[in-house]
């Protein structure tokens, strides 16, 4: 098989779709759902049953319900944006242009600074959507690959095959 070779950079679109992706299927991210759907669901009790007849007042249900939802719309939309830009500008490697090479052997990287030589068996795991894929050296270590550095979809659906193959389903 020829190897798949991708020359470009990691843009700060790219990083944030990696980080996205990255943090999709995190515990913390499942228990926030889990905790926004109770949360709404007691609100919506507090609506439509006479809570008052037990003593509880009507706004506690809501001044909490609205005190979660602010709490997690910051966290979506103030923290987390503010952390990966942080994030992003002070990597400066993530910055270089870079050439990959992924083969039956493993994961090439070259920038004018680094290079790395990685067998498969030595990376984890990986991830991809339609925007990025992440080949993971531990849990929280990963390359980035998006999906514009390929020429076209099919090839980018190359990468995603070598990947099954060498690591198992993503």
Do not use: C
Not at 110 to 125: M, Y
Not at 140 to 156: D, E, K
């Amino acid at each position: 098989m020829e190897p798949i070779v991708v020359d470009g950079r990691v843009e700060f679109a790219d990083y944030v779709a990696a980080q996205r992706l990255h943090r999709k299927s995190g515990l913390a991210w499942r228990l926030i759902g889990v905790l926004s759907l109770l949360m709404a669901l007691l609100w919506l009790a507090g609506r439509f049953l006479d809570v008052r007849q037990r003593g509880w007042r009507v706004e506690t249900f809501d001044y909490a319900a609205l005190a979660y939802f602010v709490y997690i719309a910051l966290i979506y939309l103030v923290l987390l944006p503010w952390q990966y830009a942080r994030l992003y500008r002070s990597h400066q490697l993530l910055r270089q242009d870079f050439r990959y090479e992924l083969g039956e052997d493993g994961l090439h990287a070259r920038s004018a600074v680094a290079q790395s030589d990685i067998p498969w068996h030595l990376f984890a795991k990986w991830k991809a959507n339609s925007e990025v894929a992440l080949v993971y050296q531990a849990h929280n270590l990963f390359h980035v690959l998006p999906a514009r550095w390929f020429a076209s979809p099919q090839r980018y659906q190359e990468l995603l095959k070598l990947l099954g193959s060498k690591l198992g389903q993503g």
